[in-house]
């Protein structure tokens, strides 16, 4: 019976490194090198995508604050368009785009381009 103990109890010891160790702590040892790997890259993973997300955020925070600039002077251009409406002189800004921005003329006018400039 001694023999048999003695012949389990050394099959189940292994050397590493020098040491004489139990088969079994060295499957502990194992599981736990590689459950501090995988929450090493656990952690990794969640650090990563949190930088990515803040960059987002950070993205998205400029073309908001670019979308809110432009929305501001649009309203400002709305207003003073409303303004121009308002005051009745339709006609005449009419006219002067027609002729500032188009060229066009009335009937019998003659215009003259100065080309000197």
């Known amino acids: 019976m001694y023999n048999l103990y003695s012949y389990f109890y050394n099959y189940n010891l292994m050397r590493v490194k020098g040491k004489v160790m139990a088969v079994g702590k060295i499957k502990e040892r194992k599981r736990s090198i590689i459950l501090a790997v995988l929450l090493c890259a656990l952690m990794i993973y969640?650090?990563?995508?949190?930088?990515?997300?803040?960059?987002?955020v950070k993205a998205q925070q400029?073309?908001?604050e670019t979308l809110s600039?432009?929305?501001q002077q649009m309203i400002q251009?709305?207003?003073e368009l409303e303004a121009r409406i308002e005051n009745g002189n339709e006609e005449e800004n009419i006219?002067?785009?027609?002729?500032?921005?188009?060229g066009y003329a009335l009937p019998d006018e003659r215009v003259y381009y100065d080309s000197t400039d």
Do not use: M
């Open 95 to 102: 006219d002067r785009i027609a002729r500032e921005e188009y």
């Open 62 to 64: 400029d073309i908001n």
């Open 69 to 71: 600039l432009t929305h």
């Open 46 to 56: 969640f650090v990563a995508t949190i930088v990515s997300l803040q960059i987002k």
């Open 77 to 79: 251009e709305n207003a």
